[in-house]
């Protein structure tokens, strides 16, 4: 019994990272995107030139959230390691 338990724990955790790693790529696919299409209307459709940088605005800021989604899907296995929360929950339960 605790084997089922066990693999259907792991596998609700991993379906979870899948679906928190597929909304990453959803958010830098749009990211690239409506960023392209700012960067091409203000250069190009309003004859401003690649050097203003009004359409950039919007990429960088927006990339700062880019960059904090990529750190809440990516980083706790890098910083933490794997099977950190794991290790924690067995060590509380130990206790």
Same mark, same amino acid.
């Given at each position: 019994?605790?084997?089922?338990?066990?693999?259907?724990?792991?596998? #609700? =955790?991993?379906?979870?990272?899948?679906?928190?790693?597929?909304?990453?790529?959803?958010?830098?696919?749009?990211?690239?995107?409506?960023?392209? =299409?700012?960067?091409?209307?203000?250069?190009?459709?309003? *004859?401003?030139?690649?050097? *203003?940088?009004?359409?950039?605005?919007?990429?960088?800021?927006?990339?700062?959230?880019?960059?904090?989604?990529?750190?809440?899907?990516?980083?706790?296995?890098?910083?933490?390691? *794997?099977?950190?929360? #794991?290790?924690?929950?067995? #060590?509380?339960?130990?206790?």
């Amino acid at each position: 019994m605790e084997t089922y338990n066990t693999t259907n724990s792991k596998l #609700e =955790m991993a379906k979870r990272k899948v679906k928190r790693i597929k909304g990453f790529y959803i958010h830098a696919i749009v990211y690239i995107c409506v960023n392209l =299409m700012i960067i091409v209307s203000n250069s190009v459709i309003a *004859n401003k030139g690649f050097a *203003n940088t009004d359409g950039y605005m919007t990429a960088l800021f927006w990339g700062f959230g880019l960059l904090a989604h990529a750190m809440s899907v990516f980083a706790p296995d890098f910083i933490l390691g *794997n099977n950190w929360e #794991e290790r924690k929950i067995k #060590e509380y339960m130990n206790k």
